[in-house]
């Protein structure tokens, strides 16, 4: 699944048939490095487990967590959903979220994506209204 860059950047959030991905803050990525650590207790299945512990916090329906934490994920999902679901959180963080490791073209491309981004349909009204009452010079007495 390809993402939209201006869509996605500009909304924070992606859909998915499980509810949406969000972004974690860099605080929430320590505290799931810590919980898939006690989950994987230093063996081979560390990775899975991370990626457990990036689905319960990152994905939600109606602003709130579809799952409780890690071990949740675990029992509910199968490893194949595990990956899926963390591979679609890596591409949409890394459109959110360029790498300073990109190519010169690509952050080019991405700063045109983001400075052509829609704004508010009411940009410019104000300057339109304030040249009908245009502001006083000196103060009110």
Known sequence: ???????????KRCPV????LRLLS??????LRE????????GPERALCSNACLI????ERDGTPVYPDGKA???ALRVEEIVRLADLWGEFNRT??????????ETQRRKKVWST????????????????CPQRREPNR
């Open 26 to 31: 860099a605080w929430e990525i320590l505290l």
């Open 96 to 105: 959110c979220n360029p790498s300073p490791l990109d190519s010169e073209e």
């Open 1 to 11: 699944m390809a993402l939209n860059d201006t869509f996605w950047a500009a909304r």
């Open 56 to 59: 319960a916090r990152a994905l």
């Open 73 to 75: 994920v675990l029992k």
């Open 117 to 132: 981004r829609l704004t508010r349909a009411f940009n410019g009204v104000c300057s339109a209204l304030s040249a009908r």
């Open 17 to 20: 048939a499980e509810g949406e």
């Open 35 to 42: 919980e898939s650590a006690e989950l994987a207790q230093d």
